[in-house]
């Protein structure tokens, strides 16, 4: 199994190209097959984000994950077979967490790098990180995603293991270790903190003006529906985490101005660790007056993702915020499930229905679009206007009548 230094920044994450990678998931006792199936579709999105390539596929089920290999020995050597048969392959990534022990054993067993869901993730999101805040946060998770994994992590004690504590100089290293560690943990955190009460300055120098912010799940097409709306140039791409830092413009729809954000996107089985870290940036969101939420219409679990979002916009208090909810990508919708001879009023009717029920069962108004055709962006942007003119005539009265 490789070292692992400290010190030595080349040692994390993915190459960036050249990758080939298997994807490993369990489907534990009573969880869909199908759920299971739709993580591992979007484990292998989030792999190629970061630079692998997918070329095979492996599923279990057991009761609960083995303490050591987390797969069962029979499809560990299954997995192993196909490694030997593909010399491509030098990657293997788990749906789910490992300890640092279960990933030693994995990389003992078959000699190529091991990588699990959340160290996939962390990877994409040092890669993204442009700004300082962002490059901060990213540096804590990976931080505290490693400090209890250090013990699995330094291999050369396995071979010096004494007695029942591996006492002798080992041991020690290990604790050196988790003190830099820790002291770095503590130093990352001062910084933030110092980050959020610029941030926290700035923010409050602009709140005169009411604040909407974009949230979404990854990849629902935050990005270029702000370029659409503020007519500006935010980095956009179809990969997962395309944007980490929040960006804020000024936009003005007629007269009336307002400051438009746009922020991270959010993601099932997103590390806690991660989440804790980008809370400031999610900050934004918080003191938002309006939320848009956009959703990817045209993936086959938009309706879970919506509530992936709004369980992680509960977490952060700002659930019961005026929302409005931006179904994206409706000319993706049609091409996938409407008959190209499909009458255009029968589809019409059918997408009315399909408003409808989401607007039940949400609970929030809504409204189709495409960000790519521009399809419905008038509409959206009346919507926007009412709602946004709304919040300024609770807050200035006297101000909005020079509109």
Not at 120 to 145: G, P, S
Not at 379 to 399: A, C, D, H, N, V
């Given at each position: 199994m490789a070292e692992w230094n400290l010190g030595e920044?080349?040692?994390?994450?993915?190459?960036?190209q050249g990758e080939s990678a298997?994807?490993?998931g369990i489907i534990r006792e009573g969880q869909p097959e199908a759920m299971v199936k739709e993580y591992l579709a979007e484990l292998e999105f989030l792999a190629m984000t970061a630079g692998a390539t997918t070329k095979k596929i492996f599923t279990q089920k057991l009761k609960q994950p083995h303490p050591k290999t987390f797969i069962g020995s029979g499809k560990l050597q299954e997995v192993l077979e196909y490694i030997e048969n593909n010399e491509e392959i030098n990657l293997v990534i788990f749906d789910d967490d490992l300890t640092g022990k279960q990933t030693g054993i994995l990389?003992?067993?078959?000699?190529?790098?091991i990588v699990d869901r959340s160290s996939?993730?962390?990877?994409?999101?040092?890669?993204?990180?442009?700004?300082?805040?962002?490059?901060?946060?990213?540096?804590?998770?990976?931080?505290?995603?490693m400090l209890p994994r250090l013990r699995g992590l330094w291999t050369h004690l396995e071979r010096q293991r004494g007695g029942i504590g591996m006492r002798g100089p080992g041991e020690k290293e290990i604790e050196t270790d988790r003190r830099i560690v820790r002291d770095q943990i503590s130093f990352l955190k001062k910084k933030l903190a110092k980050i959020d009460q610029q941030n926290s300055t700035r923010r409050k120098n602009r709140?005169?003006?009411?604040?909407?912010?974009?949230?979404?799940?990854?990849?629902?097409?935050k990005s270029t529906l702000m370029n659409l709306l503020s007519k500006s140039d935010v980095f956009a791409e179809d990969k997962l985490f395309a944007t980490l830092d929040t960006t804020v413009r000024k936009v003005v729809f007629g007269r009336m101005p307002f400051l438009l954000s746009d922020t991270v996107g959010f993601i099932r089985k997103l590390p806690h660790h991660l989440v804790e870290s980008f809370k400031s940036t999610l900050d934004e969101v918080k003191e938002s007056d309006l939320l848009i939420h956009v959703v990817d219409l045209a993936h086959p679990q938009f309706e879970d993702h919506l509530k992936t979002v709004n369980a992680t916009l509960n977490d952060l208090e700002a659930y019961d915020k005026p929302t409005?909810?931006?179904?994206?990508?409706?000319?993706?919708?049609?091409?996938?499930?409407?008959?190209?001879?499909?009458?255009?009023?029968?589809?019409?009717?059918?997408?009315?229905?399909?408003?409808?029920?989401?607007?039940?069962?949400?609970?929030?108004?809504?409204?189709?679009?495409?960000?790519?055709t521009k399809e419905n962006i008038p509409?959206?942007?009346?919507?926007?206007?009412?709602?946004?003119?709304?919040?300024?005539?609770?807050?200035?009265?006297?101000?909005v009548k020079h509109w």
């Open positions: 920044k080349d040692r994390k994450g993915l190459k960036k298997i994807l490993v990389e003992e067993e078959l000699k190529v790098k996939l993730i962390l990877d994409i999101f040092a890669n993204r990180a442009q700004t300082a805040q962002a490059k901060t946060q990213v540096e804590l998770a990976q931080m505290q995603y709140d005169q003006m009411i604040r909407v912010a974009l949230v979404g799940y990854t990849n629902a097409g409005l909810i931006v179904f994206n990508k409706i000319d993706q919708y049609r091409d996938r499930y409407f008959d190209k001879y499909l009458e255009t009023e029968t589809q019409e009717d059918l997408l009315g229905e399909l408003k409808q029920r989401l607007k039940n069962t949400f609970e929030y108004d809504n409204i189709f679009v495409s960000a790519i509409t959206l942007r009346t919507e926007m206007e009412k709602l946004i003119r709304g919040l300024y005539e609770k807050r200035y009265p006297y101000q």
